[in-house]
């Protein structure tokens, strides 16, 4: 990217579009303009990203005018309308939500995996669910080293997946208990305080949730291995920040523990973190760029097969910097 | 059990120990003595055990003499210790320490699956690890109709199993967050409020938990498969009670989720509950006798494959109820 390129955030107080912003600071990007839009609630708000100072516009279809490159934190509807209106301007879109995910059309990146998905001229690119991308380099370096024969994960995902009034829902049910008052559920189904929920999105006739079909179908895309067998349990937890995966891997080949420690750590933006007592937490991985994997044992039920436990920081790496990298490498 | 008999409860004041009392309560099981027995701390507290109260006595080698009958709810150092002194003496010890279960000659029981295991005259009795129990009658169903082909576990284990204190450090923990204090670890090796912690129990050489291992070979003891495939991932959610269980099956017949339900719908001590956004969550399971089995689905990546989540009251049908039932049965 130029620095002589006008960015737009789209979606740029929410808890996604924000990250997105501190993610431009961290990385010291700089744009010759940067737009934040969002809804009418935000507008007039004022944001520094790299010592400038920015207002927040009104989302609409003129906003785009003039816009080179557009990072999407929005929701569904969102992104359906305003990445077609904007992608048919020339933006080029980099959508968070999962309207365009499974698009034939649309390249689905995580960019040190398959950023050569993305082909020229190509103007709007899908940004992977936050539970699919912090288990995809890991699959990919065993896919690569032995082979996938079969991936089974369950999650345990933080409330800051659902987006910002969830987070301040964890925290209001926890002071309410704290004070005996009553619990008001808002952003979940149910009472997440000290609490457990599995199901994550709407679920499907078959049982399945929406989010665990995400899991399956844009690993099968990402990886493109359109006929891998993985199957997905998600979960929602009590914790602010970062998912956590379980996942179980056989493989077509033998690759032991020590060799996958030997391959993970060389890969940049992950770091092995698998000593006695010492594993990825997700108090100790929210803020961080890096997909964090630990516990990494052989699993004796199957000729080759390993057990994983990876950590990542869902907004970041899970949302925000996913998207920022691929507009750095376009 | 007759009722003219004297039943003792070891660590009669711990979190198990405690439940156990409330057991008896509940299911109105009268003695004609029961032993409260502690250690100095609570000695001279009383209880109140279906209208009747008792004074807790000093836990010693003599305070089994004219007991029939013992429920321990003492870690492994006591249980070793005071378990073969009360058997010595004729003592039938129903025991919820992990220091005898995989002892050849003792049975490990959950009484709706493998009451058959205990001999006539069998002094010790083992009760399983709480979240072996919880998975043990929902497995066996599987089993009985369809063989397991084998079997992925992924906990979420609440404070509860670490004992009392560990319920205190995650409320104390949780109200400094809120104060801005600092946080006291102390039950757990980090912090578990709003955290995960990927580890119960110690770990071994090869990676594993100790609490891994309980659930791969007490499974396979109580149910008779001794090479069942199986490996667990153990992972400590803050959670006040009830673990919850993430297991994906592979059958050896074809099952399909239909048939599940019927058959779990029948069993006594099983809820099934699976309807579109009903599920069993640990705030609605605490406090109950039952295991509840939801989210049952089709795996899809295996010819014959089945996830579920299940969850139960650790305290009571993974520890105190369970020993209660097996001493019922008796």
Redesign the interface.
Known sequence: MKNDAVLAIVGATGLVGSEMQNVLNDLKLKFKDIKLLASENSVGELYEINGESYEVKLLTEDAFNGVDIALFGTKNELSEKFVKVASEKGVICIDNSSAFRMNEDVPLVVPEVNFDAIKSGQKIIANPNCSTIQMIPVLDAIEKEAGLE???V?T?QSVSGAGKNALDE?WSQ??AI?NQKEIEVESF???IA??????IDM?EE???SKEEYKMINETRKILNLPDL???A?C?R????FSH?E?I?VQTKKEIT?QRLIEILSKKEGIVVN?N??E?????DTAGENEIFV?????????PY?L?L?V?SDNIRKGAALNAVQIMQKL
Chains 1, 2 share one sequence.
């Open positions: 079969r991936v089974v369950s345990y964890l926890t002071l704290f189904l149910h009472q000290f609490n457990l929920i599995p199901q679920i078959d049982g399945y067998k993985i199957t349990t979960v937890v009590p914790v602010f956590a379980s179980n523990p698998d006695v007592y594993y990825p937490m997700p108090i630990g516990r990494i044992r052989k699993d004796y039920s199957v097969g057990n436990w950590v």
